[in-house]
């Protein structure tokens, strides 16, 4: 990303004419400054990036730094230079602590891995660093008024999870491992019991345990059929109401015959 912003510095420089190259090249720390004041005002990001990065070390003593550093981190921000932004908001974070924006710049860490979450088909790091520094946020600033907005991404962000984790389960069920495909959707329940969708979470799970126990080895049938039988009591409990309770039902049924019948079968073969 560094190298892209280099080309984008270049083609600023190239095509911003002889005012840029003026400014850049004064002996003038204060001109420079007020011109990147300027063009931060005027939503000019690349523009004030770089005469920012230039005019830095003159004021890396004085009283302004912490604002010149605050409006530079900024500009990385508005080019969609994420991970550059990220690192200047936390390089902002570790300078100045008791900072009254150190607040604003801790949240804008953690929204900068919200922007860059990925579709939940892809990998998503950046979607649980972002819940990571959201929920601590949420945590160390109750009060905040950025509270409600940080909540609202923390859901949008689990939902996206949520969503990814089912797709995992239901190709483990598709494709026919149908043990996996059980304890991913029990997991699945485990990590968000207040799913909108539990019920069917708790009833693939069933169903998949059912398909297990159909290709299991004789050893292990009755052992199976019991656990499908403990999953559907549990739904039943956790879910009454549920549209999928007749089905579990079904289930419940289905595994006491085949219980029964194995049990028959090992009696014909201890008697002959």
């Known amino acids: 990303m560094r190298f892209v912003i280099a080309v984008f510095l270049v083609a600023s420089l190239v095509s911003c004419g002889p005012g840029m190259n003026k400014i850049l090249k004064s002996k003038d720390p204060a001109f420079k400054l007020k011109m990147a004041d300027q063009f931060y005002a005027k939503k000019k990001w690349m523009k004030a990036y ?91 600033h109750p009060q905040s008024v950025r509270i409600t907005e940080a909540n609202r991404y923390i859901d949008e962000l689990r939902k996206k999870l949520e969503s990814k984790d089912y797709k995992s389960a239901m190709l483990y069920y598709n494709i026919g491992e149908f043990r996996a495909a059980g304890v991913t959707f029990s997991t699945l329940l485990d990590n968000y019991p207040e799913s909108l969708v539990a019920d069917e979470y708790k009833y693939m799970a069933v169903k998949s345990f059912f398909r297990t126990a159909g290709l299991t080895t004789a050893a292990k049938k009755t052992e199976r059929y019991q656990d499908v039988i403990n999953e559907a009591n549990e739904f039943i409990e956790r879910f009454p109401e549920s549209k999928y309770r007749k089905d579990v039902e079904s289930y419940i049924s289905l595994s006491n015959t085949e219980i029964q019948k194995f049990t028959n079968n090992e009696q014909v073969k201890t008697t002959t």
């Open 50 to 140: 770089t005469i920012y990065e230039d005019v830095i070390p003159y004021y890396k003593t004085t009283p302004q730094f912490q604002d010149i550093y605050y409006k530079y981190a900024y500009t990385t921000f508005n080019q969609k230079d994420y991970a550059n932004a990220e690192n200047l908001f936390k390089t902002f974070l570790e300078s100045f602590p008791n900072s009254p924006r150190a607040e604003e710049m801790e949240y804008m860490r953690a929204y900068i891995f919200y922007l860059q979450s990925p579709k939940a088909e892809l990998d998503q790091s950046n979607t649980y660093k972002a819940i990571s520094n959201l929920q601590t946020f949420v945590n160390t």
